[in-house]
């Protein structure tokens, strides 16, 4: 599954011809056989780079990296020649495209914000791909650290053909900046709406149809997400002060969904065509071959917590789940198909079903409501109540993990008999005995903080790997140890030279240094650690 299978995969219509000629930094040109600006304007081009945006994430930095890195899933049997996935010993050729294909999306919102600096009706265009470039650029410093922020995106019209690097703390400091200023402009332009200022709708901006302070809240949960993550570094003055500084729209508390029409026939969920089967029903190799590692299973199957609910949304079959541990070529058991699936039926006679895959045509989540209860109650616990407690942010997250996976196909109703909301609570009361669960048990800060990273990590399990691995560095939960597959991750063959034998980032694509002498040399996988890292 290459960057080309991408493209072709969103092409609706005309947003084919927006991604594809916004991807190489347009400058606007008269050649009347290529499109110009004024064919590949905002409106068009808009829903294809937020698709591709949350492919990547789904793809590059779950599927191809992280959902190994934390535990996830491991390959079952008949499956071998992972080499750096399993030792670790990440070099400039391993998943360039985390860099690449992020940098091609930056490049596209760079254009829209272009479009609209010199358009005035396309300012909420470009007040939104403010947003999302602070959300890309992320990415990029969480996974590589130093980027380049300031001269990155300038174009080959600006003479700049080998930019700069930014510090990662720096970048991280700017990004914040970046949305404060975002947040600020939507006030501005949406009361021009009608005006001289176009707005948006469902067509045109699939994650809240034009809703611009749903827009607000999710640059909101964006910020925090910046600042919880640089809490406690090198620019721990900034955060504290930023941590009072939010836009008194509040935060985004469901889960931010993205559909710019997903069907069945074409253009799919990314979450679908990763990890069960292709367009035209070609089983995949995730959906053949990957199986739950014994590490994570000990948070459903009682040897860490019990979760039978979230057990069988998640896994197939459950409690009857093959794992193993990374990179044990001995003995792995065999994989049944569509270990992560809970419908009926293979390839093009999948049902639609509850849990993480949901179906062909279901909402891709760019952002769990989770997440965000997560993160407020973590600010509480550095006495930044923003809203609500710690304690009720903690229980509210995991409700909202029910609450996702009890959803059905469409991603966005719950059928009668569900109720997550009250799972919560049978599952806080099935686990009254662990402060993983209890969180009056925690009565130490960092047992609260153990305790939120371990039900995010377990809420994060295969929707979003990455935001798993981030957090596992940061903090150093959920709690690794030994040897054993029940209290460890770590690959068998790993080559760290670390205490914890883990990588801690990735490393620069050839391609870069091939044409960016300013490009940092990075040694290995276990050294330059972004400024975050708890190490």
Known sequence: MKRNYLIKNIQFGLLALAVLFTSCDLDINDNPNSATGVVVTPDLSLPAIIASTVYNQVYYYGYSTADFLVGYQVPGDGLSGFGAGYTYNFTSSFVPGAWTAVFDDLRNYQTIIRKSEAEPKYALFGDIAHILRAYNYQLLVDAYGDVPYTEGLQGASSGILSPKYDKDADV???LIGELNDAIAAIKVHKEQIGGEVSGL???TDPVFAGDFTKWIQFANNIKLRLLIRAHGTSIDGFVQEELGKFSSEGFYKDDVLVNPGY???SQQNPYWTAFHSSVDGTITQAARFYIASK?????????KLSD??????VYKDYPNVPAWQLADETGRPHTPEYLWHIGTGIGKTASDAKGILKSRAAAAPLFFGFETYFLLAEAALYGHTLDGDAKTNFEKGIAASFNFLEKGGTASSLAAEDHPEQDAKDYIEANSGSYLANFDLATAPEQKLEAIITQKYIALNVLNANEAWNEFRRTGYPKISGSDPLTTFVSVRSQSSRADQLPVRLIYPQAEYNLNV?????ADAYSNPIFWDKE
Do not use: E, H
Request: glycine content about 6%; cysteine-free.
């Open 518 to 522: 300013n490009t940092p040399k990075i």
């Open 263 to 265: 069907n069945a026939n």
């Open 172 to 174: 991280y400091k700017a």
């Open 308 to 313: 039978d609910v979230r057990g069988a949304l």
């Open 295 to 303: 590490y994570i299973l000990t948070f459903y199957d009682g040897k």
């Open 201 to 203: 709708s469902s067509s």
